[in-house]
């Protein structure tokens, strides 16, 4: 698949990605991290960088880092990443216990965690957890719209009818949960959302909406917003990952051929809209100034394009997997800190537009840096 160079350099990371999550594994051993506070992971179960104690456990993000441990696990087979796994997969627990807390975004927590425990060593109390997810993800589905409701009660806005774009990376846990169960409702809810998106988000050239407002009682869309991109109808990069990677992944469950074709049509206007230094925008109709920037974008979208070359034809392989190797070797030549002065890969995320920190490390871009790294090798393990 790859040309002798292009496998050299892959080797190269590999062992760099081995060499550093082997100290840093254990350094945020009881961590479950978002970004990092001079250099070091904060911690999402008690995030304490200013004194005052935060729990987030139901931050949506905390299923990555037991995400990286499965992917070290199966790149080296050693034990300590499985039981590293299973502490913040337990610390979970309490969303369950909670409840209220609880959002659409459980399949970003529970597919990394249970799921991947549940599928490396058949874990019945994983299985338990990943269903439980599956169910409560299965509940916000919207029957009038045809969507999984976004988000729960926001003050000062009505978001009963809201449905977001990136839950077409939580989705798969229904498509799981189907396959694990034998029940269709699960798949049959997931390819609803899926279908509903595909004409309520995905545009004519292939840019995507980030938030559409549905009417709650009687279905139908009321309008969109721009959500964490720069205004509404422009192209949020990391918005274009979730549903061009988002319709692979449900293309891979379900074989729908409609699927791949969205998933290579938002593909296409990705690719064309790359940067020709390959550093990609937090918005590709942002202004030209301030230059934001959003590395994580780079690393889903690695993820999907390389899903995509995978199973289009000879003609096309190589317009897929060449973008994907652009944007994955400009991370690792100037956007990634291999040193121990860090303990993230990925250095210049960028969560929103609008936000107002930019360029910090954000752990789903380690995480997706990292499955696209290993997906290039052949034999990875797929979490999705």
């Known amino acids: 698949m790859l040309k002798e160079q292009d496998q050299s350099w892959l080797n190269e990371v590999i ?68 039981e590293i796994a299973q502490i913040s997969e337990k610390e979970l627990d309490r969303c369950f216990e909670e409840f209220y807390g609880l959002h659409h975004d459980v399949g970003f927590m529970w597919l990394p965690t249970s799921v991947a425990n549940y599928k490396v060593t058949k874990n019945p109390e994983s299985r338990k957890r990943a269903l439980h997810a599956a169910v409560l993800l299965a509940g916000r589905f919207n029957l009038a719209g045809g969507y999984i409701r976004a988000w729960n009660d926001l003050e000062g806005s009505d978001t009963r009818g809201w449905a977001i774009i990136d839950c077409m990376f939580n989705i798969p846990l229904l498509y799981w949960a189907s396959e694990e169960t034998g029940d269709p409702r699960f798949k049959q809810i997931a390819m609803k959302h899926a279908d509903t998106a595909m004409t309520a988000f995905v545009r004519a050239d292939g840019s995507v909406n980030h938030i559409v407002e549905f009417d709650p009682f009687e279905g139908g869309v009321i309008r969109s917003y721009g959500g964490q991109g720069y205004e509404e109808g422009s192209s949020w990069t990391r918005g274009q990952t979730w549903a061009l990677y988002g319709y692979m992944m449900s293309y891979m469950h379900t074989q729908k051929e409609d699927y791949l074709q969205t998933a290579k049509r ?82 210049f995320g960028s969560a929103a537009y609008h936000l107002a920190n930019h360029h910090h490390a954000i752990i789903y871009g380690d995480y997706y840096f990292m499955e696209a790294i290993f997906k290039l090798k052949g034999n990875d393990l797929y979490l999705w």
Request: with cysteine.
């Open 15 to 82: 062992d760099r990605i081995s060499t550093k999550m082997d100290w840093v594994s254990e350094k945020s051993k009881y961590k479950i991290p978002y970004t990092t506070i001079n250099g070091t992971h904060d911690n999402r179960i008690v995030d304490n960088p200013t004194g005052t104690e935060t729990d987030e456990i139901n931050w949506w993000t905390n299923g990555f880092w037991g995400g990286m441990m499965w992917l070290m696990h199966h790149e080296t087979g050693q034990e300590k990443y499985k």
């Open 266 to 347: 938002i593909a296409n206007y990705f690719i064309a809209n790359i940067p020709e230094d390959g550093v990609i925008p937090v918005d590709f109709r942002q202004p030209k100034e301030p230059k934001l920037e959003d590395d994580t974008a780079a690393a889903i979208a690695a993820c999907g394009l390389i899903e995509i070359a995978k199973v289009v034809g000879e003609h096309e392989k190589d317009l897929y997997l060449g973008a994907a190797l652009k944007l994955l070797k400009t991370l690792d030549s100037s956007r990634i800190d291999w040193s121990t002065g860090s303990d993230s890969l990925i250095q």
